[in-house]
């Protein structure tokens, strides 16, 4: 239960918004009772705002991680640069979901209550209670929540909509971190152009398997110097040879195709028949099962990488478009 309400604690400390610093009628002396030490656009960051930072940093989840970008939550403890911009980040979101109208009304946090409530097995009194005993009013902690809701519902909206994230993207992935991996191919589609050592000797077969291959490299058509070239009687328009599963091919043959993809051709390959150049017309990979069952886990890290990415490129535009005064 405890670990639940983490989740919704405090992410902002509730301050009114007060004017730099005044003096008081009662005293002579200047009385501070609060200062704006930055300005975000028409929103004001103020000196309370960076003294609750520690006791903010006291509560579980009362910081969103998120926000600190390449910062470290170490850092927010004692640097005030960290937490300045932290602040401002905050700001930042703030006016982007008053912007574009994201902000919750009051019974939609109400009803986000109500199911904190039923999902934890408590009444509303037991909840209010349990909150309470956390050291928050019930109304800061609304206030939190609906901060919650909105940036989450921002955040999904401006961010995570935007990402694409595909199966390609997550094998990709999965290979990148397995330098080892080798895919399995169950079927291969192959073309051929053969050089019979029969006619004249086996180095004129050579000869002729060479002056094709500089064809080839030159750029010419694989099924074009098939249908002019090849010197098997049965050969299929193009070169086509046929598919073959992992096993069928001769082994010298199979052997110089395991490295290439769909499209590529063979240096000359030496069989027992011959001279062949090769072609995979077509290539059918079995995935490692090992990979389909970490795949939706290996696309969810994908997203939070792409996702920290594009937050912080979104932060660095805001910050070019918006008016942001720092005072010292």
Known sequence: MKKYFILFALLMSSVALAAPAKETKKSDKADLVDKIIATVGSEAVLQSDLNEIPARLKRDGSIDETMLLDDKIEDLKSNRSVQLQYLIREKLVESEIKRQNLSFTEERVNEEMSDLAKKNGM????????????????????????????????????????????????????????????????????????????????????????????????????????????????????GLLGSFKTG??????????????????????????????????D????????????????????????????????FESKKQDAYIKIYE
């Open 123 to 238: 009444n509303k009194a037991e909840l209010e209670a349990y909150i309470k005993k956390q050291g928050f009013s019930v109304t800061d902690y609304k206030k939190t929540l609906k901060a919650r809701m909105e940036r989450k519902n921002f955040f999904e909206t401006e961010i995570v909509s935007k990402l694409r994230i595909t199966d390609d993207d997550a094998y990709n992935e999965y290979k990148t971190r397995n330098p080892k991996y080798k895919p399995n191919v169950n079927e291969l589609k192959v073309g051929m152009i053969f050089f019979n050592p029969r006619k004249g000797t086996p180095e004129d077969a050579l000869k002729r398997a060479e002056v094709v291959y500089k064809k080839l490299q030159a750029g010419e058509s694989f099924e074009s110097l098939a249908d002019k070239y090849n010197e098997d009687p049965d050969a299929n328009p193009g």
């Open 248 to 281: 069928e091919l001769n082994p010298d043959m199979e052997k110089a195709l395991a490295n290439l993809d769909a499209g590529e051709t063979s240096q000359i390959v030496r069989t027992s028949r011959g001279f062949q150049i090769l072609k995979v017309l």
């Open 283 to 314: 290539k059918k990979v079995t995935q490692d099962p090992n990979f389909l069952r970490y795949k939706e886990q290996i696309k969810g890290s994908l997203v939070e990488k792409n996702f920290k990415r594009q937050l912080k490129n979104w």
